[in-house]
């Protein structure tokens, strides 16, 4: 296992080898030591691979990941792979707010809690939370699926597209347009393929679905000051 | 009846306020359009330059050299961009605008040595393909944005507002969400598009450092980052961009377009282009970073005129998006196919409408062509024809910049200063800080003498 110390390397100089240097290596396992809340730590990966973050990073680890599978082993800053197009990112403990905002694919699992706006403006990111998430999450998601183990907070999946939202714990309100729907047995499928990903036990019978009700698909007088 | 009885019209309540009431009472919403302010503004047109004469000695207007050479983004970027005119296309989207016209724009960008921008909606294949010099916008949507795409680009221009809606999002109304810009945005076809106003990943200054080192760190720190922010508070805004550390700043004034927003935003929120322009130069000077951060300038730019009037106020460069859609035929009489002119009457008709009032940008059904994705109105621009007509566009302001600065005794159009200028209204003075026509006055900084 290659080992990157952020002691002895700047965030500058260790993504610049992980975008530049690695893709002509046969390294495939990688460890970032030291991170010491860094931000911007493994941004914009483009290569398969492994990397565990061994300690607490700070905003936008794994920022727009393509390919790489990364594991933090200690907590996040804001926006934790935002605009991840594929690929994954585990958080071992909690991420602050905006956690997979607009991310386009892979997977996102965070054990803890998350803060607000998780998977805000998601674009097809999967996105699993052992935990809570905070408010205003899900804003404006239009595809992927997000799945809260523990509470939601005020006002989910506001002005929700196409995007679903499973939550096994309470929600405290529901965003603008948000509505629950009853689960299927597609729904009950794709969850547990989700929890088993993310290595979390639950029964997905006890998980509530929430979906867009596409009334303000198309602006209409009777909407009022929902937009 | 006395015959000195007269009709007198309610200056408050005039023809088009009441058919702004009715319609407001009839529909139960707010109006959509696009196109910019249509009300008169304090603009350039108040300015006017003071020549060469015995005072100061003028260039020979057609032999002596001018440069126009333009370096942005020296501040942090490896690679800054490198254009031959100071004149760049503003970031309009894919979506507003046709996949033929953002060809167009970036054949002319290209043929001039200049740049052109993406919108919200990404970065299509054509304009990449087209265009030598392309910024990509972040924007706070994120519609098809991708890591790609931004090591694609040239520069990447974060956006935080724009001059015809600041505080607002964008808007792109269902007829225009086709099938290929749904797609692109991954949203349902159809669908009434609203954007978000704020980014989803950072709130204030402070996290906008870190999303620019991220974007820089994306990037090996290659590319220019340019900040644009419509005109409201722009000397604060400034200066949080460049604390945040922005390369270039683009100030986009209320005169600036819109493919589709509320009539209420476009001529009631917002500076104009000249108080923000001068305002956005008082803060890099004030913070000592005037030539090190460049500034672009937008919002109502027109011509050459207007270019050399923004670069002697201080900006590094313009952009202009109204300008190069009216190049390319919006609001025209006619529309150009097969190398004949057609009548685009009937389709202004069918609007309401007529060529020279036209802002229906929002309804997909532009009859010259330009705002739409309708696959028959489309083929009303001819992406060489209209790469040609933009060219001309771009040249002929290059010309007339360069017309000037000669005659103000410049041997580059970058030498061009606040000393050469003079106001003709005093709104202007006030606004430019600049001295009334025939009087040493700047109201608000000098006595009235």
Redesign the interface.
């Known amino acids: 296992m290659e080992s990157l110390d952020l002691e002895k390397m700047s ?2 100089d260790i ?2 080898y992980l ?2 240097t690695l893709p002509g290596t046969d390294v495939t396992e990688l460890e970032i030591i030291n991170p010491t809340g860094e ?2 730590i493994a ?2 990966m ?1 290569t398969e691979c492994t990397i565990d973050v061994r300690g607490h990073a ?3 680890l794994g ?2 990941n ?1 390919k790489a599978n990364i594991t933090v082993h200690g907590n996040v800053g ?2 934790v792979a ?2 991840m ?1 594929s690929g994954s990112v585990h958080v071992k403990g909690f991420a602050s ?2 956690a997979g ?2 991310g ?1 694919g892979g997977t996102l699992v965070i054990d803890g809690d998350t803060g607000l ?1 998780c998977g ?2 998601m ?2 990111i999967d996105i699993v939370v052992g935990g809570s998430i905070g408010n205003f999450s899900g ?2 998601a ?2 992927g699926r997000m799945v809260v183990c523990g509470d939601a907070g005020e006002g989910l999946g506001d ?1 929700l ?2 995007a679903v939202i499973y939550v096994k714990g309470t929600i405290k309100s529901l965003g603008a347009d948000a509505q629950l729907e009853p689960m299927t047995e597609t729904d009950h499928k794709a969850l547990k393929e989700l929890l088993d990903f993310a290595g979390f036990d639950h029964d997905p019978k006890e998980f509530k679905r929430v979906a867009s009700a596409k009334q303000l ?6 909407a009022n000051q929902e ?1 | 009846m006395s015959k000195h009885q007269h009709l007198e019209e309610s200056v408050g309540f005039s023809s088009k306020t009441r058919d702004y009431i009715q319609r407001a009472s009839s529909t139960g919403l707010y109006e959509i359009r696009g196109i910019g302010a249509k009300r008169a503004l304090p603009s350039f047109d108040d300015l006017v330059f003071l020549a060469g004469s015995a005072s100061r000695y003028p260039l020979e207007g057609y032999r002596e050299k001018c440069s126009t050479k333009t370096v942005l983004g020296t501040r942090f970027a490896k690679n800054p961009i490198v254009l031959d005119t100071p004149i760049t296309v503003a970031g309009m989207s894919f979506g507003a605008l046709s996949a033929n016209v953002k060809e167009s724009l970036g054949m002319a960008a290209t043929n001039m040595g200049t740049s052109t921008t993406t919108g919200d909606g990404g970065m299509t294949p054509e304009e990449r393909n087209s265009s030598k010099t392309l910024v990509y916008q972040c924007l706070p949507s994120r519609y098809g944005f991708n890591p790609d795409d931004v090591r694609r680009a040239d520069a990447i221009e974060l956006v935080i507002g724009q001059g015809a809606k600041p505080g607002g999002g964008g808007m792109l109304l269902g007829q225009k969400v086709n099938a290929r810009v749904a797609g692109m945005r991954t949203l349902p076809q159809g669908v009434d598009q609203r954007s978000a106003c704020r980014h989803p990943d950072w709130t204030g200054p402070d996290d906008l450092a870190i999303k620019i080192a991220e974007l820089r760190e994306l990037t090996d720190w290659e590319k220019p980052i340019y900040i644009k922010i419509g005109a409201t508070r722009v000397y604060h805004d400034v200066k949080l961009a460049v604390h945040a550390g922005a390369d270039v700043i683009v100030v986009d004034g209320m005169q600036g377009g819109t493919a589709a927003t509320q009539t209420v935003f476009i001529e009631h929120v917002g500076i104009p282009t000249l108080a923000a322009l001068r305002q956005a130069v008082e803060a890099l000077e004030d913070m000592d970073m005037f030539g090190t951060v460049q500034l672009i300038v937008s919002g109502g730019i027109r011509s050459g005129a207007d270019v050399a009037k923004a670069l002697a106020m201080g900006a590094d460069a313009v952009a202009i998006g109204q300008g190069m859609m009216i190049s390319l035929g919006c609001n025209s009489e006619t529309y150009i196919k097969d190398g004949e002119h057609h009548s685009a009457e009937a389709d202004y008709a069918a609007l309401g409408t007529k060529a020279g009032f036209c802002h229906h940008c929002h309804t997909g059904k532009c009859p010259t062509g330009v705002t739409t994705q309708d696959p028959i109105l489309e083929q009303r621009i001819e992406p060489k024809v209209g790469a040609k007509h933009v060219t001309n566009y771009i040249k002929t302001l290059t010309m007339e910049l360069t017309t000037v600065a000669r005659a103000c005794g410049k041997s580059n159009v970058h030498h061009l200063e606040r000393e050469d200028l003079v106001a003709l209204t005093i709104e202007s003075a006030a606004m430019a800080k600049l001295p009334l026509a025939g009087t040493s006055w700047i109201p608000g900084v000098t006595e009235n003498k």
């Open positions: 965030v500058r993504n610049q975008h530049k931000h911007n941004v914009g483009d700070g905003y936008y920022g727009m393509k804001n926006g935002e605009n197009m707010a905006s905002a607009t386009h706006r805000i403006s674009k097809g804003f404006m239009q595809a002005s597209y196409e698909y198309n602006w209409n007088a009777d937009y």
